[in-house]
């Protein structure tokens, strides 16, 4: 299982960014997806999820409302699109799979990271 997350930059509070998740070495529609994030001096937050085969999705309290997951499965590829972003958004983010969907997000403990990506947000 290979994953490459980018589309990480720097934007100023109230911008927008999108970040993508290309998966490949495993069927795409069998696991679902997740975002983390990391920002200096904290524990790895999970983000958001989405199950491709269902397109059930989580998004944490810190993110609801201004963040949208999405997949598209002829690509391989996940989608965080990221709205009014504020600079407690400012976190390395990585993808990963495959990750338990439900309730929250969790990463399994044999799955595969993307290499990260970094979201700088200025004030």
């Known amino acids: 299982v290979q994953l490459q997350a980018s589309g990480g930059g720097l934007v100023q509070a109230g911008g927008s960014l999108r970040l993508s998740c290309a998966a490949s070495g495993f069927t795409f529609d069998d696991y679902a997806i997740g975002w983390f994030r990391q920002a200096p001096g904290k524990e790895r937050e999970g983000v958001s999820c989405?199950?491709?085969?269902?397109?059930?999705?989580y998004y944490s309290d810190s993110v609801k409302g201004r963040f949208i997951i999405s997949s598209d499965n002829a690509k391989n590829t996940v989608y965080l699109q990221m709205n009014s972003l504020k600079p407690e958004d400012t976190a390395v983010y990585y993808c990963?799979?495959?990750?338990?969907?439900?309730?929250?997000?969790?990463?399994?403990?044999?799955?595969?990271w993307g290499q990260g990506t970094q979201v700088t947000v200025s004030s």
């Open positions: 990963a799979a495959p990750v338990f969907c439900s309730l929250g997000v969790t990463a399994h403990r044999f799955g595969s």
């Open positions: 989405i199950s491709s085969s269902d397109g059930n999705t």
